[in-house]
C-alpha cells in the first residue's frame, strides 16, 4: 500500500467518511471543503498520522492540507528524512 493509499484510509477513518467522499484522488480537497475537516479533526489526524507512520507533523500549515495529494506528499517527504 502507497503512503498516499495509507493517508487516505487514516482521513477517512478521522472524519468517519464513506469512500466515495474522497473519490477524487490526489486532488481531492480537504480544508475548507470538507464539514467534517474542523480545527479538532485536524488535532485527531495529525495525532493519527503521527502514531501510524511514527513522524512528528510540527511544520504543517493550511497547504499541507489542501489535498488529499498534499497531505501525502508531506507525509511522504517525512518518511524519506
Do not use: C, K, Q, Y
Amino acid at each position: 500500500m502507497s503512503v498516499f493509499d495509507e493517508v487516505t484510509e487514516i482521513v477517512r477513518s478521522v472524519l468517519r467518511l464513506p469512500p466515495e467522499a474522497l473519490a477524487g484522488g490526489r486532488e481531492t480537497p480537504l480544508l475548507g471543503a470538507l464539514p467534517e475537516f474542523d480545527s479538532l479533526s485536524v488535532a485527531e489526524l495529525i495525532a493519527a498520522l503521527e502514531a501510524h507512520f511514527g513522524v512528528r507533523l510540527d511544520d504543517v500549515d493550511a497547504e499541507t492540507f489542501e489535498t488529499l495529494g498534499t497531505l501525502a506528499d508531506h507525509v511522504g517527504a517525512l518518511l524519506e528524512n
